[in-house]
């Protein structure tokens, strides 16, 4: 039987809201490097707080990466986003997009010059973060089941507690007083936990006072996070049909369904 009343269900949005809205109008005149961007997707933002940080012209380009326009596939045959063009070079996944940007030698670094240990370091943790809390955010908003919920809440909690472990005591960020490499690779996930994750499934606020709130406190202020996020309501509409497991969400999102490792 065909429900009596359907409610409108929200999905992803389109364009920048907010300030991140501002960064986009400010970056879109043609230059030679040029990030292909989507508004809502953490893996972008990660490249867009490395460029903003290091203050490398670029040009920004809003894609739909489910509609995958020929520009992003010339760059990214895979079709997703974050993609970066160079001239008549192009490449793709964050991480390597991050490690490329640092490469330049242009700007601010994002890791300690130098400093191999400590560079390593921050590799090893961007690597945590991308098998351990990544994956884990999205089971956790996937999940359907309560149970279920609570025991993948679990596991996400734990990559957050190695994490904040493995972290400089005082801080506020990763290595110190200064944002870099692995605060980045993080970022977009912890603004997501107070956007989508609460609402959604009831993740708690940081403790006051914890190592932890010292962190998201520092991630939330940091400038160059703030230029690169919209405003609240972008998060929580484009992320309800991960919140519902609606078919057909994204590439992701088929992953975590059937267990695979993400795209
Ligand atoms: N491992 C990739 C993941 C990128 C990714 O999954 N991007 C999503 C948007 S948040 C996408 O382009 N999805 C297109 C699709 O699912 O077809 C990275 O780190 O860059």
Not at 56 to 73: A, F, G, R, T, V
Not at 77 to 92: I, M, N, S, T
Not at 175 to 190: E, K, T
């Amino acid at each position: 039987m065909a429900p009596q009343h359907q409610t409108s269900q929200k999905t992803y949005h389109t364009e920048a809201t907010g300030t991140a809205a501002l960064t986009a109008l400010n970056h879109k005149n043609e230059c030679d490097l040029k990030l292909f961007g989507s508004c809502f997707c953490p893996f972008v933002q990660r490249v867009w707080i490395a460029l903003e940080l290091k203050g490398i012209p670029y040009q920004y380009i809003e894609i739909d990466p489910y509609k995958k326009p020929q520009s992003l596939l010339e760059v990214n045959p895979r079709g997703l986003v974050p993609a970066l063009r160079h001239g008549d070079w192009g490449c793709y996944e964050s991480t390597v997009l991050m490690e490329y940007l640092e490469d330049l030698n242009a700007g601010t670094p994002l890791m300690p010059k130098d400093d191999a240990k400590l560079r390593a370091q921050s590799r090893l943790w961007a690597d945590h973060i991308n098998r351990h809390i990544v994956p884990n955010f999205y089971r956790v908003l996937q999940e359907q089941d309560q149970q279920q919920q609570i025991s993948k809440a679990q596991e996400l909690r734990e990559g957050f507690t190695k994490l904040i472990d493995a972290a400089h005591p005082q801080g506020p960020f990763f290595l110190g007083p200064r944002i870099s490499f692995v605060d980045i690779q993080v970022a977009p996930w912890i603004l997501r936990l107070r956007r989508v994750l609460k609402p959604y499934r009831g993740w708690p606020d940081p403790e006051e006072g914890s190592r932890w709130a010292t962190w998201v406190n520092a991630i939330e202020s940091n400038e160059h996070v703030r230029t690169t996020t919209s405003t609240d309501e972008l998060y929580l509409d484009s992320y309800e049909r991960y919140a519902q497991n609606r078919p057909n969400t994204s590439q992701v999102a088929n992953a975590i369904n059937s267990g695979r490792g993400l795209p």
